[in-house]
T-cell receptor, first 114, second 116 residues
Framework: NAGVMQNPRHLVRRRGQEARLRCSPMKGHSHVYWYRQLPEEGLKFMVYLQKENIIDESGMPKERFSAEFPKEGPSILRIQQVVRGDSAAYFC????????????FGPGTRLLVL | AQSVTQLDSHVSVSEGTPVLLRCNYSSSYSPSLFWYVQHPNKGLQLLLKYTSAATLVKGINGFEAEFKKSETSFHLTKPSAHMSDAAEYFCVVSDRGTDSWGKLQFGAGTQVVVTP
């Protein structure tokens, strides 16, 4: 049973470009969460999604950031018009419908904005 | 509201000696508490979790933690450190039964260094 998968593992973008980060949850998991880890800081919650629904996006910046978890395919975290302050590690986690509290994390995508 | 304070940003131990990582939490409701470990440039691995069953929780790799409600603490311990324990450790809280339950609140992390 493969774990949570994220790609790409490393992403380099220039200011103003778009970044798309993908997350495939563990098999059987229907809940996906995104967290951001800025340098020298702990992880901060961004958004919680179920299939085709955003459950809690209270941690998402108001502009340029969006997330989706379609019926088919991976969850996508999209950052438009990236700025240097977006450079961080972005982690995805997933959990099953039951025993929802235990979140299993992927290896992360490290975004560098030049 | 929920929050977590990890009392030490860095801990250095000798191989074979005990490890203690301190964590205090604040929660308005009945909390779930977790410890995760992050090795350099890797994802987070769950070490153990507390969800209102036994207050002494045993995890992987010889780690354990004790939930003390009166002290609002959830300290992580290991009797004998191994070189492979060098990593960053995060104490995490989640408020069960609230709208915030899916939102894990992370501490700032404790960097553990193990010396030979």
């Amino acid at each position: 049973n493969a774990g949570v998968m994220q790609n790409p593992r490393h992403l380099v973008r220039r200011r103003g470009q778009e970044a798309r980060l993908r997350c495939s949850p563990m098999k059987g998991h229907s809940h996906v969460y995104w967290y951001r880890q800025l340098p020298e800081e702990g992880l901060k919650f961004m958004v919680y999604l179920q299939k085709e629904n955003i459950i809690d996006e209270s941690g998402m910046p108001k502009e340029r950031f969006s997330a989706e978890f379609p019926k088919e395919g991976p969850s996508i975290l999209r950052i438009q018009q990236v700025v240097r302050g977006d450079s961080a590690a972005y982690f995805c986690a997933s959990s099953p419908p039951r025993g929802m509290e235990t979140q299993y994390f992927g290896p992360g995508t490290r975004l560098l904005v030049l | 509201a929920q929050s977590v304070t990890q009392l030490d940003s860095h801990v250095s131990v000798s191989e074979g000696t005990p490890v203690l990582l301190r964590c205090n939490y604040s929660s308005s409701y009945s909390p779930s508490l977790f410890w995760y470990v992050q090795h350099p440039n890797k994802g987070l691995q769950l070490l153990l979790k507390y969800t209102s069953a036994a207050t002494l929780v045993k995890g992987i790799n010889g780690f354990e933690a004790e939930f003390k409600k009166s002290e609002t603490s959830f300290h992580l311990t290991k009797p004998s450190a191994h070189m492979s324990d060098a990593a960053e450790y995060f104490c995490v809280v989640s408020d069960r039964g609230t709208d915030s339950w899916g939102k894990l609140q992370f501490g700032a992390g404790t960097q553990v260094v193990v010396t030979p």
